[in-house]
């Protein structure tokens, strides 16, 4: 299976003026060729669009200047704009799976850049440093090793000014023994995550920065377009974004390393978060969480490790079965975080019940619930309109 390492790196001044000029070579070959596709009554194939692009529009006066970088991430932008179209193609035919893929955009300067070599473009050095054509020798920051050779190499620089080197490399699935058989986790916004083992783990505060970027978008409003200070205050709001995303990212690895490690079978419930993301209430703190990285964290760890990675439908009514006797006590608000059920007397945590449900189903260990309903029916001493009881309000 294939990985990505990604290193940060710091480069000269003269080799930052070589990469912004690569940046503006790869942008340029992109939007070029997009321009062309549109135009087009039928999409041109990549082989034609290079010829167009690349090689005829180095021989006019006006893209003289793309013959001064390397010609390998030139045409590795007009094959990533080919496969950004077959998964716009895909997604309109019901082909590709998950989220559909939108139609190619235009790049633009302000947003992250990026350049890919392959072993064409790169070569590593023996002393730890990385050769990039026409660009020259840079020494990344090796916080790891690489667990064999690159296939390819990309250069990035994202919105506040930092630089990075994302290797893609080929690794070998790790085999271990786990300490649990199998583990269920219903997720949330104050508690990120509930076990279906009874462990909890909360969610970092974004509170402060997020006020933060807020008051510096105001002032961004305020200042004209294409200023220096407008500018100023641009990387600032990057950079803040950026110190918010780097802290998400480092309790979702530690989290769902964890997890891999100490479980054979991870069971998570498929959630609609474009769905849930609607309620005004909510949305900015389930923006927030990354539940959809979390997922994909966990279930790429588990291709690694050798577990089995689980996911149930969205429409299993985890919430409002209890997970002892599998009574069915139907919807409750989201205020309220304890139930107790008089079909079977125990009084269920809300997060941790939902838990072991979700690890319930996801084995095929679920209650016959239609024959729970029955008996409840004659041996429940609650009004056949009353389900439960609810114990213990308190807000998420």
């Known amino acids: 299976m294939k990985a990505r390492y990604q290193y940060r790196i710091y480069p000269t001044d003269q080799q930052r003026q070589s990469l912004a000029q690569l940046f503006g070579c790869v942008r340029v070959a992109w939007n070029d060729a997009l321009a062309l596709c549109k ?22 006066e006006e893209r003289a200047w793309l013959s001064d970088v390397s010609v390998v991430p030139l045409q590795q932008s007009v094959a990533d704009l080919e496969t950004a179209f077959k998964n716009f193609f895909d997604s309109c035919k019901g082909k590709r799976k998950g989220r559909k893929a939108g139609y190619p955009k235009f790049k633009k300067r302000t947003n992250n850049q990026s350049a890919r070599f392959t072993l064409r473009g790169f070569s590593m050095k023996e002393d730890g440093g990385v050769y990039l054509a026409k660009i020259g020798i840079v020494n990344p920051i090796w916080s790891r090793s690489l667990p064999s050779e690159p296939s390819s190499v ?55 920065p997020y006020q933060k970027v807020r008051k510096l978008q105001r002032k961004l409003a305020r200042q004209p377009k294409d200023s220096k200070r407008r500018n100023i205050t641009r990387i600032r709001i990057a950079k803040l974004h950026n110190r918010i995303a780097d802290t998400r990212k480092d309790f ?21 978060v474009s769905g849930m993301v609607k309620n005004r ?20 760890k588990s291709e690694k490790f050798g577990r089995e990675f689980k996911v149930i439908s969205r429409w299993e009514p985890t919430s409002q079965v209890c997970s002892d006797c599998g009574f069915k006590w139907g919807k409750i608000d989201l205020s309220i975080r304890s139930v107790l059920c008089l079909s079977c007397g125990t009084e269920q945590d809300r997060d941790e019940n939902a838990a ?41």
């Open 39 to 60: 135009q087009s009554e039928r999409k041109p194939k990549s082989a034609e669009l290079q010829k167009i692009v690349i090689t005829q529009a180095k021989q006019s």
């Open 281 to 300: 209430k909510l949305s900015r703190g389930i923006s927030q969480q990354g539940w959809r990285e979390f997922r994909t964290l966990c279930e790429a």
């Open 154 to 208: 990309t250069v990035i620089k994202d919105c506040a000014n930092r630089y990075f080197l994302s290797f893609v490399v080929e690794v070998q699935p790790i085999q271990s023994e786990a300490k649990n058989p199998s583990i269920g986790i219903d997720l949330g916004i104050q508690t990120f995550a509930v076990m279906s083992n009874g462990e909890k783990t909360e969610s970092p505060s974004y509170k402060k």
């Open 356 to 396: 072991r449900n979700i690890v319930q189903v996801g084995m095929g260990n679920r209650h016959d619930s239609k024959r729970t309903q029955r008996e409840s029916k004659t041996t429940s001493v609650a009004s056949p309109c009353e389900a439960s009881r609810i114990t213990a309000p308190d807000r998420r």
């Open 252 to 272: 979702l690895h530690k989290l769902s390393t964890k997890i891999v490690n100490e479980n054979q079978v991870i069971i998570l419930e498929d959630l609609n």
